[in-house]
């Protein structure tokens, strides 16, 4: 044989090697941007934990279509800048076509640039008002601030509940918050007191609170997103005679741990979680599957159904084709049924009460 022919026979045998040998699907890359150190660690290490529980469970199972699902998460620090210099690090770096985010003002943050860059957004944890319409990009799993805040509203007039004072955080989240409230608590009859400001991961609000007590009102409507155990702590010292409630941000694991939360309520999403794959989540992380990380757990459920849908139709996952395939799903049944009509889920809401260790829902749907 001729050193050419033997060549030609080498090159054959590769190719009819290489045919034989299926090739290795490719793995999806996709982002998070959460808190996971600061005052927002708390919450920000249970979405992470809802997102990783989530994508182990479907690599355990073979991946999507045979593509392993790779989450590259960043710390946000609960910072607007730090969350753009995530962002712009996953989408030019790694090429990420989508990315779970949570806070509402490093969501805001980035939303312009998922929007240039056509990056699918899935918001599962913030809530502000502005998100509902800050990118197109951008799609939410929580229902906003103001939706919340219109059930609670009608429900403490419902109860006799007429004067109300006001703590909210002074950023994009708290002042959303506080404006929802004063607007519908008006609306619906009330009359509102008091308020004050607290800056975000303050732990001491005992001069806000005198303030607010001063005022003598029936109910004290919160709004912040981190130092809900000292704030509790404080409330039981100084044995307030008034209700307090407010939205989805009270569902801090650790307020909801500490006994001293017993007899606040807020709004929230009723999401619950199987006894078997709670379980699952508490062997593997050694925490309980609390609300946020139900949360992720289900937006991930979502984005890997949306994911399917792509690779099924041979369509290259990109941001936008997954916003595409998004919308013409539509309906999610998943721990939650949920629908996008808009780029905020439909979903149902309950009113719970911190009880000794525990949140019991008190009012199913807000009734």
């Not at 600061?38 to 997102?51: D, F, L, N, S």
């Not at 912040?224 to 941000?249: E, N, R």
Request: aromatic share 6%; net charge neutral.
């Amino acid at each position: 044989m001729t050193r050419s022919s033997t060549m030609r026979a080498a090159v054959v045998l590769a190719g009819l090697a290489s045919a034989a040998t299926p090739a290795l699907a490719k793995d999806i890359q996709l982002g998070a941007i959460l808190p996971l150190t600061g005052p927002g660690a708390v919450v920000g290490t249970q979405e992470e934990r809802g997102i990783q529980f989530a994508t182990d469970q479907i690599n355990a199972k073979g991946g999507i279509d045979g593509h392993k699902i790779v989450v590259q998460f960043e710390d946000n620090q609960a910072k607007p800048d730090q969350a753009v210099l995530s962002f712009n690090k996953l989408v030019d770096l790694q090429g990420v076509p989508a990315i779970f985010t949570g806070y509402s003002g490093p969501t805001l943050a980035i939303a312009p640039l998922a929007t240039r860059k056509k990056v699918l957004l899935i918001n599962a944890g913030a809530q502000s008002d502005k998100l509902a319409t800050a990118s197109p990009y951008l799609v939410n799993t929580l229902p906003t601030t103001q939706d919340e805040v219109a059930i609670m509203s009608k429900y403490l007039i419902a109860h006799g509940k007429k004067k109300a004072a006001v703590l909210y955080e002074n950023d994009a989240a708290g002042i959303g918050g506080r404006d929802d409230f004063v607007r519908l608590f008006k609306k619906d009859g009330g009359t509102i007191l008091a308020q004050e400001p607290a800056q975000f991961g303050q732990t001491d609000y005992r001069p806000a609170l005198l303030k607010l007590s001063a005022a003598k009102p029936d109910v004290l409507f919160v709004v912040i997103t981190a130092g809900m155990v000292p704030l509790a702590d404080q409330l039981a010292q100084m044995k307030v005679p008034y209700l307090v409630a407010g939205t989805s941000f009270m569902a801090d694991p650790a307020a909801i741990a500490d006994p001293n939360s017993t007899g606040l309520i807020h709004t929230q999403v009723h999401i619950d979680a199987p006894a078997d794959l709670a379980s699952a989540f508490h062997a593997k992380f050694n925490a309980d599957m609390d609300f946020f990380a139900r949360q992720y757990y289900n937006a991930a459920q979502i984005t890997f159904t949306v994911i399917k849908k792509v690779l099924d139709e041979k369509k290259p996952v990109t941001g936008s084709n997954l916003r595409t395939a998004l919308f013409q799903i539509r309906h999610f049944q998943g721990l939650i049924p949920m629908d996008f009509a808009t780029n905020t889920a439909v979903v149902p809401v309950d009113i719970n009460r911190m009880e000794h260790g525990k949140d019991v829902t008190i009012s199913a749907n807000g009734k």
